[in-house]
């Protein structure tokens, strides 16, 4: 009875054992995917400002897209957006926000979506939105003024990438 009953709890333990030391990899694996799609894909303040991240990042890809000098680029901050929450946490634990960037310069359709097709390239967490386009009046009628916005996931706490 009592040997008996002690191997069920000593087989019990060494499967709880089992399972702990499953999970712990889990987490493990879990943290080192979050960490890696947090250094590549989020974006991150310089100097405890995300417009000076945002503003590299599109003029990069501004270049990358072969837009001519004269395009007019302008990076206007729109500023921090809506937490997100996990799906079933408590709403007091956000883990998330979006930060905003509006994008302003002068080119032809092909270019634009030569551009916004880079930008979507580079990285499947950004947001192209609000896309304004309007025509110019002579002599620059082949170029179009154009306006839209780029939304980053953000850390809600800065300090999170150090944490994972």
């Known amino acids: 009875g009592q040997i008996e009953k002690l191997r069920t709890d000593i087989a019990k333990a060494t499967t709880e054992i089992d399972q702990m030391s499953k ?10 995917k979050i960490k890696n799609l947090s250094d590549q894909y989020l ?15 599109i003029e990069e890809l501004v270049q990358k897209a072969g837009l001519p000098s004269d395009s007019g680029l302008a990076v206007k901050e729109v500023g ?12 007091s634990t956000p883990v998330l926000r979006t ?5 302003v310069l002068y080119c032809d359709y092909s270019t ?21 386009v309007q025509g110019r009046p002579a ?3 082949a170029t179009h003024s154009v306006a839209f916005d780029m939304q980053w996931p953000i850390w809600a706490d ?6 994972v």
Not at 99 to 103: G, N, W
Request: glycine share 6%.
């Open 158 to 163: 800065p300090d999170m990438p150090s944490k």
């Open 43 to 57: 974006l991150k303040p310089r100097l405890g400002n995300y417009q000076l991240s945002a503003a590299e990042i």
């Open 23 to 32: 999970d712990r990899k889990m987490n493990v694996e879990a943290l080192g």
């Open 80 to 91: 921090l957006g809506n937490v997100i929450a996990p799906v079933g946490a408590a709403k």
């Open 112 to 132: 634009l979506i030569r551009f916004i097709r880079l930008i979507e390239d580079s990285n499947p967490l950004l947001c192209v939105m609000n896309i304004t």
């Open 99 to 103: 930060y905003t960037s509006r994008v």
């Open 139 to 141: 002599p620059n009628v």
